[in-house]
């Protein structure tokens, strides 16, 4: 798992992004406790792509938002794009022992939208909405499942350490029971957001879901639901981590990797029908995104249909 770390902005935490490389699984696992290493830890950051931390032993601390947690086996943090992590201290996760999963929305399938656009969707991928509002999300496993949560995690690793025939079928299972999992442990404290702390997120992406093949701006977004753009933009980065233009670009991103996956269509309509007409800003947004020409991924990625 390769991340690019984005240029700092004033006094703003590091961000880190992850763009698979061509025929990479947009899955990872790393081991987590006293000495791991992994991209960010030396400083505060965040990530534009959810995860799960995992807890079988308990030990150290967890440092997230302005939250600093006590380790204890069984504990689940939900970590959202935009969640800002602490930086680890020498021993932080002293005793600790547990496992890191992150993944893109592209992993549980081509059908998916992304991160924040795929709650309502998605149900699955709806405990990553908080991302930025407080924190990562801190949930339990209970005793009598931990057994089982070790073992599907450690299933999931294995798959992609071995990768035998299959394993690019068997990730995307695994995955899907670990977060089948999350979503029940999480259901009361998401049903809260839902009812009671998102309903202006709800809004902003309803109106993304519907229009972003046409032209849309923050301005249309922000008349949609009622109110400025300055307080749109403001809230939406506070919550989720990412501007509302930069969520209508991951949509028609999304969009244009199925586009290109499944038909033959020139670059330029692939553009149009996802709300970018220009097909030269088109190529340069997804080159920029994705570290390569669309050309270029759709000949990594194009699936026969025939």
Known sequence: MRTRRAPLKGDEPAKYAWRPDPGEL???????????????AHEAHSHDFPGIAYFEASGGVVRHGRHVRQVEAGDLFVIAPGDVMGRTRGDDLLGARGWGVFFTADALGPETPGAHLAWRTHPLLFPFVHGGATGAL?????????AEWAARVEALHDELRQRRDGYREAVPAHLTLLLVGVSRLAADVVGDLRENAEPLLAEVFDVIERRYPEQLSLREVAAAVSISPGHLTSTVRRRTGRTVQEWITERRMVQARRLLAVTDLPIGETGSQVGIPDAGYFARTFGK?????????RRFNHLNTG
């Open 138 to 146: 801190r949930l339990r496993v209970p005793g009598d499942q931990r």
């Open 26 to 40: 947009p899955v990872a696992v790393l081991r987590l406790g006293h000495g791991a290493d992994f991209d960010g």
């Open 289 to 297: 995104l994705h570290g390569m020409s669309p050309t270029r991924w």
